[in-house]
């Protein structure tokens, strides 16, 4: 059909118009500009455009430049609530007149008019398909469907492009049945339509197939019978793309072939149950694809000086560059190894490790798609995994070393490559699934790092550096000669002339070998070390300087004493430097850890403390007229010091900073400031303890101004972010001044409670919860005084303070984070249980959440219908909370001791968990595995680096050395045994698995 090519007055003016705006006399462009913006605002504009565009008989770039306008119009005045919207609306007559004549231009033969047509076809179908327009699919499918009308196919594909990316679950169902046959004929129809062809009917097929996806969770059932009749032939077309093998000149076969890719992943994940019976079909030709690609590969982005396909996109502006193809096999295999149904249809041969080079660390590309893969394949097939991955790593290494004795001068990339694929797999090769291979990797790994260790490293310095970082990632696994070696290769590399790379690499190797290396080997060395890591330092740029302060903190502690020569030179250097990158917060975290290691060294703690509080003294005196981050960093500096200081530090510390630091607290109103300067109150605390009440001169004021601060930050209407880190702050003066703080108790629980009620950090809950527990131990015998205390005081909303506490605290417990807070949380709840109060049973708090109806729940139906919660009594509810603790002590075993997770496995071996449970209360008296070890670490964050709470109790506060799964068995035992009748009244609230668990341990 040909569009009508008929030119009125209107026309007339508008053609001249769009010429006029391309003459090269500015004034008669500007003219013509303000005509045609003047034009748009009235009727007809966008007919007249739509005419000019699908006319044939008009030259073509006046067509293509009424298109662009005409896509303009659309997005500006189509409709009403667009957030481009411009007054005025299109009439709905103009609008169908718009929708009846644009469609006859999709088969136009110009390409670019092609293109803008459908685009602005594409446009309208957002606003008006199919209820407005329901005639747009069916002329469509009619278009793609015509043999004889290539360019129609070539248009309609286009539009059909951009629609499927916008389809919903109320379209998708009905257009499929139809659509996909049209879809098939072009993908399986090679003779007649060309790969670009063929690739967007791909593309449409994978749109579509990703919406029905997302249907999936609500109709399984309908999906799966759409899907069903269809999977088995489009797996027989995606078998055939993928069979011939890949070719270097022919970058549109990658492209068609990454379209099949992306198709097969949403089968994989969407249609799992399908995909698996049809997956045999297509495997062979996935094998040749992925083994064709690697010559591929090797020859135009590896061997070749420059990728000449890098940066290909598409008419639509996707990647389809050789790079974006490999990293979509690369995820296609990963779907595949790490889905369950499918990994055991067929295990992979030794050629599976894939030749890649280019590594970018930063951003997303084929090495970093490659070694997820790998990573996969080791999850998925164990031991059986690694010895493939050893195998094609020692293949590797052997055709390297092959082209190196033929001559071939980037021989060293394959090597490279295969120690790079060695290292990234690191954490799989320290597991103890790996321990019948274990014996032929360190071989292997050796044998790699005995030959590049002895390779000159200004001839090769990327292949020195890979084995740099190979030996830092695997220190605690290679022999002490490896270790030796690449120890000192790495300390003679930073101190010569070396390339960049390898500098870098010697720093990653030292930062992890030189903590385990013995001081007789170091110690010989470490003025040199030291004074070229120095100098290094001043070199670095931003982007290395992490690296090299991670080197100059492992030297200095490994120096010892030795580096205290050194320090009247590092000392300034490090705090010039702190200074300089004070805002930026990774950097000077790292340099204070510098400091921190300076500090620690025998004999400089007293010279560091003299340079470094004369200058940060009048920066915390006049905090307001300080450079952004400065008063903040300085307080950070100043709890370094005191952390672990000798009293007469804290001391010296005392007299020069405590007054400035409470003004902070109290007047400030940055919120880095304030937890910096809560953080170090708590270390004076904690370093001074009840002693420092008289360095101040009068024991009274200071401890006023030390309550005065901590009113500050407890003040309800103060940002919760300013009050992070009160809780700690807390626990230091209850902990180290318990008789001058007694008298101030009630004040403080009060205050704490007026905080909880406006705080709006998670966090800061949590620590105000702590306090309140530390004090349920505090009162202990008597737990009823807390629960007294509790009552006397006030709550918004509530009768007393109790209810509304334990309401908090016991919604709150399940995301107590790190092993303290755990610890006195969950052993308060269960001296609150011990107590029988009478006023506790008075009390319902939120007991088991009620199953909403199925279905997706979006934002706005959880907004309309929010999670619903049972009412339970607060004893049943804490005592739900302590089987909770057992469930989660005996997952984690579980987890430690290999057993399969899934939930049909776990239901049918009751008694094991039992078993477990009851093994729960053995630890204490026999010793414990290592995984039984770990396991119960990972229950209670008790690795966690960055905890907090953890790091101002240790060693200070009794309650951090209990046992917490022993003190549970025992707890339970005795409160069983002394109250029955309440005990099983109790349990009747729980669920099954927490009265399992509670009855495991008590019988």
Known sequence: MEAPNVIDQDQQWLLNCLTATLDTDRDVRSFAEASLQQASLQPGFGVALSKVTVNRDIPLGLRQLAAVLLKQFVKQHWQEDDPNYIQPVVSPAEKALIRNLLPLALDDPHGKICVAVGMAVASIAQYDWPEQWPELMPFLLKLISDQTNMNGVRGSLRCLVVLSGDLDDTVVPTLVPVLFPCLYNIVSSSHVYDKN??????????????????????????????????????????????????????????????????????????????????????????????????????????????????????????????????????????TIVGDSKLVKVQTWSSDANQYVADEDDVTYSCRVSGILLLEEVVNAYEEEGIKAILEAVQKRSRESSEAKASGAADWWKLREAAIFALGSLSESFHGEQVDGVTLGFKDLLEHILTEDVQIRAHEYPFLHARAFWAVAKFSSVVGRRIHEQYLYAAMKAIASDSRSPVIIGACRALSQLLPESSPEIVQPHIMGLLSAVTELLKQASDETLHLVLETLQAAIKAGSSASSALEPILSPLILNMWVHYVSDPFISIDLVEVLEAIKNVPGCLQPLVSRILPSIAPVLENPQQQPEGLVAGSLDILTMLLKNAPVEVVKVAFEVCFNSIIKIVIQSEDHGEMQNATECLAAFVLGGKAELLSWGGDPGFTLRSLLDAASRLLDPNLDSSGSLFVGSYILQLILHMPSQMAQHIRDLVAAIVRRMESCQIAGLKSALLLVLARLVHLSAPNVGHFIDLMISLPAKGHDNALPYVMSEWTKQQGEMQGAYQIKVTTTALALLLSSQHAELAKISVQGHLIKSSAGIVTRSKAKLAPDQWTLMPLPAKILALLADVLIEIQEQVLSGDDVDSDWEELEAEGETRLDILHSVRALSNKRPTIDQLDAMKSVFNENQDDDYEDDFVKGVDPLNEINLSVYLVDFLKTFSSTNKPSFDLLCQSLTDAQRSAIHAVVK
């Open 197 to 334: 062809m063929r690739r967007k009917a791909l593309s449409i097929f994978h749109s579509c197939a990703s919406t029905l996806g997302a249907m999936t969770g609500v109709y399984k059932t309908e999906t799966m019978q759409l899907m069903m009749p269809m999977i088995k032939a489009w797996m027989e077309q995606f078998s055939c793309v993928l069979q011939p093998p890949m070719r270097t000149e022919d970058p549109d076969d990658w492209s068609i072939r990454m379209e099949v890719l992306k198709c097969l992943i949403q089968l994989v994940q969407n249609f799992p149950s399908l995909a698996k019976e049809e997956f045999t079909i297509i495997l062979a030709s996935l094998w040749k694809t992925f083994v064709s690609c690697l010559r591929v590969y090797e020859l135009s982005a590896i061997r070749g000086t420059d990728d000449p396909y890098s940066g290909r996109v598409d008419s639509e502006g996707g990647d389809v560059s050789l790079e974006a193809f490999v990293i979509q096999l690369f995820e296609f295999l990963l």
